[in-house]
């Protein structure tokens, strides 16, 4: 049996030779690429004669999520998707709701590897990669289903994105075309842990995403007992990468860090990360504090809202540019990771009943 063409995954030359190939006329690649790329079911293809529709249904494989819930926040108006897949995985995607736009938070895996201490999404591992039309997807339902545009993308959802590096890529291709939501790459940011092969290969790639890496501490021996990646590569070599990025792509790169009470929260930590991006990047670059959201399970916990600003104003007087991060969606727990994993768990208590 051969295995049907993911179409949502194609650029529109590769649509339009399939299209081709299956005795149709060209022209209509671009309306089911339109189609899809504004998250449509096939039966509302409304210019596709019923024909063709019925072909597309039977013929190839159009991965387009499903909104499986929905939870919109009453403070500021931010989304919360998780989204179902083809084979019952589910996925999160948070719309976020600023000034200049919209931005939507998207998921590159179904769970995660990389075992992060602090981290709900990777708590019970990674069951597989996205495909790009299921990352797409992710952003085609959420501008369908609120009726505005999505201006810029954050990958900072479920998953590890340079761990899905061609599957990544073909979706920033993808998300960026004029023909489809044609969101620029300036528009977006990806988030890694840390992947230094990943961070270089994306540095020659020609896509000029804003790059942001979780850092989370400033010296090897404590990132490595809450990042296991740290074990892999040593700080200095991943702010080699990050100069390297930035060297190629001209992008001031973010770095992420999350603070964790007790753990890496204290006015030496701060001295430590200032003194190490000076010495390690030695050019601008922007550090977001990001107040830890609870996940049970760790026993972790966060700091308070005035110790995060006291961090964030001893990196500024030590010259290192740092805000915290606006908390969107308090009350509906917009935290990633943690909608998947309470359903997942209640998908086995069912089957255990
Ligand atoms: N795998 C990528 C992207 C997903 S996580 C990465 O590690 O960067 C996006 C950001 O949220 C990362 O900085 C991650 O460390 C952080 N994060 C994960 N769980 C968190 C939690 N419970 N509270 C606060 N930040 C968290």
Not at 95 to 117: D, F, I, P, W
Request: glycine letters at 8%; a neutral charge; proline letters at 3%.
């Amino acid at each position: 049996m051969t295995t049907k063409p993911d179409i949502m995954s194609m650029t529109l030359p590769e649509l339009t030779e399939l299209i081709k190939d299956m005795g149709e006329s060209a022209f209509r690649a671009k309306q089911i690429f339109k189609w899809m790329h504004s998250g449509t079911p096939i039966e509302e293809m409304s210019n596709l004669p019923k024909s063709l529709r019925s072909r597309l249904a039977e013929e190839t494989d159009y991965r387009l999520p499903q909104i499986e819930e929905k939870f919109v926040s009453k403070i500021d108006g931010t989304v919360k998707y998780l989204f179902s897949l083809k084979d019952g995985e589910c996925v999160e995607s948070v719309l976020m709701r600023y000034e200049h736009g919209n931005t939507l938070c998207v998921s590159s895996q179904a769970g995660c590897r990389m075992g992060c201490k602090f981290c709900a999404s990777t708590l019970s591992g990674k069951v597989r990669d996205l495909t790009p039309s299921e990352i797409l997807g992710q952003v085609a339902l959420a501008a369908r289903d609120s009726g505005e545009r999505i201006g810029g993308i954050v990958m900072m959802g479920i998953g590890e994105p340079l761990d899905n590096y061609d599957n990544v890529i073909r979706f920033l291709r993808l998300v960026g075309d004029a023909d489809g939501l044609g969101i620029g790459m300036r528009h977006i940011s990806l988030s890694t842990c840390g992947v230094v092969p990943g961070i270089k290969r994306l540095a020659d790639e020609g896509i000029p995403v804003t790059l942001s890496v979780s850092l989370h501490a400033y010296d090897d021996e404590k990132r490595r007992e809450i990042m296991p990646i740290a074990k892999k590569y040593p700080i200095a070599e991943l702010l080699s990468a990050c100069r390297y990025y930035f060297d190629k792509t001209g992008r001031r790169v973010s770095f992420e860090y999350t603070l964790i009470s007790g753990k890496n929260d204290t006015m030496e930590d701060a001295a430590g990360l200032a003194k190490l991006l000076k010495r390690g990047m030695g050019v601008p670059c922007h550090v977001n504090l990001i107040m830890l959201n609870e996940v049970d399970e760790t026993g972790l916990r966060t700091v308070d809202r005035k110790s995060a600003a006291r961090f964030a104003d001893e990196l500024n007087n030590l010259g290192q540019n740092a805000t915290v991060r606006r908390r969107l969606g308090s009350d509906i727990d917009a935290s990633c990771g943690q909608l998947r994993l309470r359903r997942n768990r209640a998908v086995e208590e069912n089957s255990h009943r």
